[in-house]
């Protein structure tokens, strides 16, 4: 374990200095019937704390009447402006005249591989229009997110999207989720609650041996707040025929996340489970404080 150092984040939640705190995330609610079905699963009986929801998704319907239906849920709005497989996709929210640097010649959002294209490219203006019709529509169901991150952008990909991002979730009252550093010493310094380690991201664990460095890593928390942002999935036909190369990330995240082994360790190692509800409080706290 990572000898222990003095983390503000656990201060400003009222943890002692030396508490091991996690957040482990759900990402991708609503892009499958796969994906939501591990993923409530993964919640309800597994070790995950909180989730996001990709609102522009197929499933994000199925999605929104499965958080309406457990209130307890603590989940975010993953903002979503790309692609992540070329034969299943999804478009803005917003009228496609209004936003035409979102969308590539198809008419639909960008595939992963042309991030770069993607950001050399894209309106703020428009991505910020995009980003609000998400955050309004679930909104207008009553559901209550606690927390805003990206799909597929690593801290929003870009500076000023980044800066646009905060803002948003400012206004609205939401935390935001940092991949890492610099971003993480960012607000931290503005005081506001994040993770004190650089996000762990499921996709780029290596498939072999996956469930015991799983098992390695939950061993080795950290003192402070670390996020593990994991994406659960049923093997399924369905997930099968989305991601023919790569199923089984989704599958083997699943695994690990339901296992005994996985709640085994949590309760040995003393971790704290949280979701994002404490940070929200506090990031609205700060917001109130500077305005």
Not at 23 to 30: L, M, Q
Not at 37 to 54: H, W
Not at 103 to 130: A, C, M, N, W
Request: with cysteine; net charge negative.
């Amino acid at each position: 374990m990572t000898q222990p150092h003095s983390s503000q984040t656990s201060s400003l939640l009222g943890y002692p200095d030396d508490a091991r705190l996690l957040i482990i995330n759900a990402d991708d609610f609503g892009r499958s019937h796969a994906s939501n079905e591990a993923t409530l699963r993964t919640l309800k009986e597994g070790v995950v704390s909180s989730t996001t929801l990709m609102v522009p998704c197929p499933w994000a319907l199925h999605a929104i009447k499965l958080l309406t239906k457990h209130p307890d849920i603590s989940f975010g709005v993953h903002l979503t402006v790309i692609c992540d497989v070329s034969h299943y996709r999804w478009g803005p929210l917003t009228s496609r005249d209004k936003v035409p640097s979102l969308t590539d010649e198809t008419g639909f959002f960008y595939h992963i591989e042309r991030i770069p294209e993607f950001l050399t490219q894209v309106k703020l203006s428009e991505l910020e229009v995009e980003f609000r019709a998400q955050i309004e529509t679930v909104l207008a169901t009553s559901l209550k997110p606690t927390h805003l991150d990206w799909h597929c952008l690593y801290n929003g990909g870009r500076a000023d999207i980044f800066e646009m991002t905060l803002g948003l979730a400012k206004e609205y009252g939401l935390a935001l989720r940092v991949a890492e550093r610099p971003v993480i010493e960012k607000l931290q310094r503005q005081g506001f609650p994040t993770n004190d380690h650089n996000m762990l991201d499921s996709y780029k664990l290596d498939i072999v041996e996956k469930l015991a460095h799983y098992a390695h890593l939950l061993r080795e928390i950290p003192v402070g707040l670390s996020e593990w942002a994991v994406h659960p999935g049923l093997g399924t036909p369905e997930l099968q025929a989305i991601e023919p190369g790569s199923w089984q990330v989704r599958q083997t995240d699943f695994d690990f996340l339901m296992s005994r082994e996985a709640r085994d360790i949590i309760q040995q190692e003393g971790i704290v489970l949280l979701d994002y509800k404490p940070l929200q409080k506090v990031w609205q706290e700060r917001c109130s404080s500077i305005t």
